[in-house]
Every structure is written in structure tokens, then in C-alpha cells.
């Protein structure tokens, strides 16, 4: 079992700056793949972006974010981060990280929430235009 906690959740202008934070505990070593992923109210979970957790760090994220969030990790705190840039109202959503622990696949297959195994509550964040 893998427990995600996300916090770092708030209210924002438009073209502000916010740094979440994905907790991890419990059998983290199993941890292979730590996704992003947000829901807008009325819309589905969309992905937003997701690191490797063990051996070399490796990044990928939607086009939409691209150049404008940053995922990072910090093995000796079990966290990872997201950071937002220049966010947009549209953004307004609730934030997911997910764990994947079943083993290594393409990167293509993780933009889908299904290839993900634990879920965090998720962190609230709102853009105001």
C-alpha cells in the first residue's frame, strides 16, 4: 500500500505562481511512476504531468502546461512537486499525484488515470481571472 497526501492547494490570481506538494508513504519503494492529474468541476481527470520516482529523474507533461509547470522529486522527504507558472483561470481544479507501482511503461500509456494504482484526496485550487 502507497498513501498520497497533496497539499499546497489555494486561491490564486491569474498569472500567479503556486507550488503543490504529493507526500508519499508506505511502501514507497514499490513506487515506479508519480502522475499529476486535475479535474475541473463538470470535466474529467485530465493529466498533467509525471516524474519517474527511483533512479534517474525523468519529466513529461501535457502541452498545455509545458514550459509552465515543473515537476520535481525529493526522495529523502518522500515528496514530489509540482510547479504551477502563469496560471490561467481555466486551471481552476482540483489536483490529483497518483502512484504507479505495477511497473515500467510508455510514457504514452501514463497520461491515463487506469495505469495509476493509489490516489491522493486531491489539494483545491482556484484561479481568479
Known amino acids: 500500500q502507497v498513501q498520497l497526501v497533496e497539499s499546497g492547494g489555494g486561491l490564486v490570481q491569474a498569472g500567479d505562481s503556486l507550488t503543490l506538494s504529493c507526500t508519499l508513504s508506505?511502501?514507497?519503494?514499490?513506487?515506479?511512476?508519480i502522475g499529476w492529474f486535475r479535474q475541473a468541476p463538470g470535466k474529467e481527470r485530465e493529466f498533467v504531468g509525471v516524474?519517474?520516482?527511483?533512479?534517474?529523474?525523468?519529466?513529461a507533461y501535457a502541452d498545455s502546461v509545458k514550459g509552465r509547470f515543473t515537476i520535481s522529486r525529493d526522495n529523502t522527504k518522500n515528496t514530489v512537486y509540482l510547479q504551477t507558472t502563469r496560471l490561467k483561470a481555466e486551471e481552476t481544479a482540483i489536483y490529483y499525484c497518483?502512484?504507479?507501482?505495477?511497473?515500467?511503461?510508455?510514457?504514452?500509456?501514463?497520461?491515463?488515470?487506469?495505469?495509476?494504482?493509489?490516489w491522493g484526496q486531491g489539494t483545491q485550487v482556484t484561479v481568479s481571472s
Open positions: 497518483a502512484a504507479r507501482t505495477r511497473g515500467i511503461t510508455a510514457t504514452n500509456r501514463l497520461i491515463e488515470t487506469a495505469s495509476y494504482d493509489y
Open positions: 508506505g511502501r514507497t519503494f514499490s513506487i515506479d511512476y
Open positions: 516524474i519517474t520516482w527511483a533512479g534517474r529523474t525523468t519529466a
